[in-house]
């Protein structure tokens, strides 16, 4: 996720990052601008028309037409963003749940237990990278300190790893009750912590494989690609060749906006504007480490 100053906003416009969409499309910009010069061209050559036979009618075609679009791509981002803001507001509630169950298990565990610390200082952080592996559809990875090797040697990492993780987890408390280290009452206090785990991570997969429909997406496309590519039959005899850089704008304004809204619809990938997983996940084993 790009970190920035809004407050210096000067800078974003003469400032061209990695993620800004004109690095994307600045070859299509050509191909529309060369398009437009072509029918420039035609119609001022050929078709010969005066100013008062314009085409006024699909100039007023377009007028209805992008009010229609706006409010598309106005309810495109806004669902984008809904998205991207629920995944932030889970991965929080993830880092809060991760200091609440290292604060409880903190204060229940005496300080002489070192195995069962150390179990848990590095356990609660793991949950927090598998999930983020497991979001990213990546090779699933360990990040487990070598004296936990023989308690997790059952883990499969080919099967889903953040539901093993929080079985681990749980099965380790589970085995501290009967073992009457903790007291019933302890669990209880213990389980919101435990439960809530799986509720992230079942919130998170339902962002990750519910993306927008296709049938709205593909069409959202077609209506902008046909939207630019009927601009230039009616604005060129009223505005001449000075249509060329203002369709190449428009192209870029209308596209800019549906190449935002598919960047951030998947906020828990690795894009510019994605959210800062392996910073939050950084924070959860620093403050877990700290409070166990």
């Given at each position: ?53 314009n085409l006024k009618y699909i ?82 990875r360990l990040e487990l300190d ?131 997983l392996e910073k939050i996940c ?11």
């Open positions: 996720m790009i970190q920035y100053n809004p407050k210096e906003w000067l800078i974003f416009i003469f400032k061209f990052s990695k993620s800004d969409t004109l690095r994307q499309l600045w070859p299509t910009m050509l191909f529309v601008s060369a398009y437009t010069a072509a029918v420039a061209y035609f119609e001022i050559n050929y078709l010969k028309l005066p100013p008062e036979n100039t007023l075609m377009h007028g209805l037409l992008g009010f229609v679009i706006s409010l598309l791509l106005v309810f495109r981002t806004n669902t984008a963003y809904d998205r991207w803001w629920e995944g932030r507001k889970l991965w929080g509630s993830l880092v809060n749940n991760s200091r609440n169950l290292a604060l409880k298990l903190s204060g229940i565990l005496p300080k002489s237990d070192a195995a069962n610390r150390t179990f848990f200082r590095s356990m609660i952080p793991q949950y927090a990278f598998a999930l983020k592996n497991h979001l990213r559809s990546e090779l699933t070598d004296s936990l090797t023989a308690e997790l040697a059952h883990i499969d990492e080919d099967k889903h790893l953040p539901n093993q993780l929080a079985a681990a987890i749980f099965r380790k408390v589970n085995e501290l009750y009967e073992k009457e280290r903790i007291t019933g009452q302890q669990l209880i206090v213990l389980n919101n912590e435990l439960q809530a785990f799986t509720e992230i991570c079942g919130a998170c997969e339902r962002i990750k494989n519910t993306p927008i429909p296709f049938s709205y997406s593909v069409f959202l496309k077609k209506f902008i690609f046909f939207y630019v590519m009927t601009l230039p039959w009616g604005y060129v005899f009223n505005m001449g060749y000075i249509a060329v850089p203002v369709v190449a704008f428009v192209f870029y304004v209308l596209t800019s906006l549906e190449l935002v809204a598919e960047e951030i619809e998947d906020p828990f990938g690795t894009d510019y504007n994605d959210l800062p950084d924070g959860i084993r620093k403050h877990v480490g700290e409070l166990i």
